[in-house]
């Protein structure tokens, strides 16, 4: 929407590297460095720990109308619920709601991306990309980010 939005996401990306590197111990020394100069750069204009609500950005992009026809349905795939834990769906039923699901959910998440990576924000992204690998190959094998 505009290079104010994109910075502000920019810096809510390095606000979440920062909380994520806090939470993995054992971090290499120069990729600490690197981001707590990230973070002394940040403006501070919030506290380290809040973001823009997903509700309020889709607002602001004017896609509210798509948030709250879609938030519902997508967030079960995100989070399960007591739906999802106490519903006896079989195998037949589950596959085509994962099918459904994952299609959407990367669909949506390919049009960000090429609008991301086309940005501002994607140039910022790239400045920290080895730094993230360097913190996501701190993970668990089985919980990294692909």
């Not at 809510?12 to 111990?25: G, M, Q």
């Not at 380290?48 to 997508?74: C, M, P, Q, W």
């Amino acid at each position: 929407m505009s290079e104010d939005n994109a910075l502000e996401f920019s810096d809510d990306a390095i606000r979440d590297l920062v909380a994520l590197n806090r939470k993995i111990p054992g971090l290499d020394d120069e990729t600490r460095t690197r981001l707590e100069a990230a973070e002394a750069g940040l403006p501070r204009t919030k506290d380290s720990h809040k973001f823009k609500e997903a509700r309020d950005a889709a607002a602001i992009a004017s896609l509210g109308e798509f948030y709250n026809t879609n938030v519902k349905i997508l967030s079960k795939y995100a989070h399960p619920t007591a739906l999802s834990v106490m519903a006896a769906l079989g195998e037949a039923s589950v596959k085509p709601l994962r099918a459904q699901f994952s299609g959407v959910g990367l669909t949506i998440a390919n049009e960000a991306l090429q609008k991301l990576d086309s940005s501002f924000i994607g140039e910022r992204y790239r400045q920290y990309a080895e730094s993230m690998a360097r913190a996501n190959d701190q993970i668990p094998a089985h919980r990294r980010l692909k």
